[in-house]
């Protein structure tokens, strides 16, 4: 009796090591790679001459960042052949449904939690991309394109794709959602400054689950994928809008 339970613990110790490990492992191949390709970028840049601090440039260095990041996921999937771990399907007519859900979804819990947040009087953070975009609102339309076509499809074949995946084959659905969330959040954590930040993670979090629960019912990454990109591209949109003067905070 006595063996069994030490082998039984054993082969969970095994388990958490080989599951929180290759999520380790992606995180880091993950970070090492953006930072990697952003110094690639910035140096390609200003060997074009383009000004890497501008908004153009700001907006390539990002992009190259999340080049990055699909070089690390693509990697790690392949290197350890764990493809298996991404639903990868075509997407059909109900995965357009599960797309515009999540997107209402995500874009009413953040108008809902902004609104709750001002009535009781607690600050967000200060987001590093409103700070960079100070004097250059151009950026955030030059973001959209980016968010698009890399941010979205990148971020949700990392933390999506290949971290839930990982939680979910050993741990299943539940556990997959909210640990794959509280890893995005904690990626995020250089994207908000000041007292609030915390506050933002908190915020970061929820929606990840969000993202987390649509890419389970559809089973299609393309869906999150969607949802992330419109989400983001509506925030640029009402960002650039505001610091323009078209709309009034």
């Known amino acids: 009796m006595a063996s069994d339970v030490s082998s039984s613990s054993r082969s969970d110790l095994r388990t958490a090591l080989r599951t929180f490990g290759g999520v ?12 990697i390709f952003v110094s690639f970028g910035t140096a390609l840049l200003r060997a074009v001459g383009v000004d890497p601090s501008g908004a153009l440039g700001t907006a390539l260095v990002s992009a190259s960042q999340f080049v ?5 996921a693509v990697g790690y999937l ?31 819990l953040y108008l809902l939690i902004s609104f709750g947040l001002t009535q009781l009087g607690v600050d967000t953070g200060d987001s590093a991309v409103a700070a960079t975009a100070e004097g250059q609102p151009i950026l955030f339309l030059y973001y959209i394109p ?19 995946g990982l939680f979910r084959r050993e741990y299943g659905v539940p556990f997959a959602i909210a640990a794959s969330s509280a890893v995005f959040a904690s990626i995020h954590f250089t994207s908000f400054t000041g007292e609030g930040a915390l506050v933002s ?21 393309l869906v999150p994928v969607a949802a992330h990109g419109l989400y983001n591209t509506v925030q640029f949109v009402a960002s650039y809008a505001l610091a323009v003067g078209l709309i009034s905070g």
Not at 88 to 96: F, V
Not at 201 to 221: P, T
Request: a negative charge.
């Open 24 to 35: 380790v492992v992606v995180v880091l191949l993950v970070l090492v790679c953006a930072t």
């Open 68 to 72: 990055g990041f699909g070089v690390a």
């Open 78 to 108: 392949t290197v350890t052949e764990q493809w298996d771990l991404i639903y990868r399907r075509l997407p059909t007519g109900r995965d357009l449904k599960w797309a515009a859900v999540g997107f209402g979804v995500l874009f009413g």
């Open 146 to 164: 980016v968010t698009l076509l890399l941010v979205a499809p990148m971020e949700e074949l990392v933390f999506r794709g290949a971290v839930q």
């Open 201 to 221: 993670l908190v915020v970061v979090l929820v929606l990840g689950g969000v993202l987390g629960l649509i890419y389970e019912k559809s089973e299609s990454l």
